[in-house]
């Protein structure tokens, strides 16, 4: 009789504090999710440098995925144009233009706060030559000795600073050194496409996803 007096105090017990843990507001949330967030942009940039004594113009478009807000992995375009006077004639353009293709990278450093400071490598291939067919130049000297056209390997370092105006949109506004390969172009005393560049950007997407769903705000 004991025994089942023991045990029936037990079982209204358990009862007892079973109800009052239900009942309760209260709880101990266990959030195991790294905070990782990732994000995927569009971007479109204006350049301007210099190119034999004379301006050079260009604008840049890149697609990118963003690795933790940390570094960027993408495409990048850029075409250039540059009114040049080293051909005496007036019957050809004295234009030289072109552009390159290639992977853009970017480290990213102080990524939390609104300005951020990245350093940015572009590594491609493309292509520089006058704005014409290259009829106005003789056939056996452009074949022979120069072309009109050449094919240009593009190495470009630089350093950015980064405004993050929100979850969507980013404004960049930075310098850049290109290295490329020598070349030679009809009449033309530019034998590389070295050189700086400054330019101011934009870039729309979702620099964030992935946030931590979990974690409690302020």
């Known amino acids: ?21 239900q009942d309760t507001t209260d709880y101990i949330e266990f959030n195991d999710r790294n905070n990782v967030v990732n994000g995927v942009y569009l971007g479109l940039s204006a350049i301007y440098g210099e190119l034999g004594g004379e301006a050079l113009y260009g604008g840049q478009f890149k697609i990118a995925y963003v690795a933790d807000q940390k570094f960027e992995v993408g495409i990048e375009i850029t075409g250039f144009q ?33 300005v951020s400071l990245s350093f940015p490598l572009f590594i491609g291939l493309g292509a520089i030559g006058y704005t014409n067919n290259g009829d106005d130049f003789d056939n ?40 490329t390969n020598n070349f030679n172009l009809a009449t033309s005393p530019i034998k590389n496409f070295n050189g700086f560049s400054a330019g101011i950007g934009i870039k729309v ?14």
Do not use: W
Request: proline share 3%.
């Open 1 to 21: 009789m004991e025994n089942k007096n023991k045990l029936l105090l037990f079982f209204l017990l358990a009862f007892s504090l079973l109800s009052k843990a």
């Open 82 to 114: 540059s009114d040049q006077q080293f051909i005496t004639s007036s019957t050809i353009e004295n234009k030289l233009t072109g552009g390159y293709v290639g992977t853009h990278l970017e480290p990213i450093l102080f990524s939390k706060r609104k």
């Open 140 to 179: 056996d000297f452009i074949e022979k000795e120069y072309e009109d056209v050449k094919a240009i390997f593009v190495l470009e370092p630089g350093a950015n600073a980064l405004f993050n105006i929100s979850r969507y949109l980013q404004l960049e506004a930075g310098i850049k050194y290109r290295i």
């Open 205 to 218: 997407g979702v620099f964030n996803m992935g946030r931590n769903r979990y974690k409690k705000k302020p």
